[in-house]
C-alpha cells in the first residue's frame, strides 16, 4: 500500500493527468493523495477536467523542498483525506 503519489505529468510513456484518472477509476488506490509535480503546474492545473481529479497539491519545478515537505504533510493529514 501506498499513501501519497508524487507524481511529474511528463511521464515517458504517457502523461501524468492519464494516469492519475485511471488511478481515481480504479477502487483500491481512488483515495491516495496524489500532488503533481511540472514545469508548468499551473498551465495544467487549468485544464478541462484537471479539477475533477482531487489533486491535492500542484507544483512547479524546480520544486522547493520546503513546499514539498509542507504539501506532503497536509496530504496526509487524516482530516484532509
Not at 478541462?48 to 481529479?53: D, H, N, S, V
Request: aromatic letters at 2%; hydrophobic letters at 45%.
Amino acid at each position: 500500500d501506498y499513501a501519497c503519489l508524487v507524481t511529474d505529468l511528463k511521464l515517458p510513456d504517457g502523461d501524468g493527468l492519464g494516469l492519475v484518472e485511471r488511478l481515481r477509476a480504479n477502487l483500491d488506490v481512488r483515495r491516495i493523495p496524489i500532488i503533481v509535480v511540472s514545469g508548468d503546474a499551473e498551465r495544467q492545473r487549468s485544464l478541462p477536467g484537471a479539477g475533477r481529479l482531487g489533486i491535492a497539491a500542484w507544483m512547479n519545478k524546480p520544486v522547493d523542498a520546503v513546499r514539498l515537505k509542507d504539501a506532503l504533510l497536509e496530504a496526509l493529514t487524516p482530516a484532509q483525506r
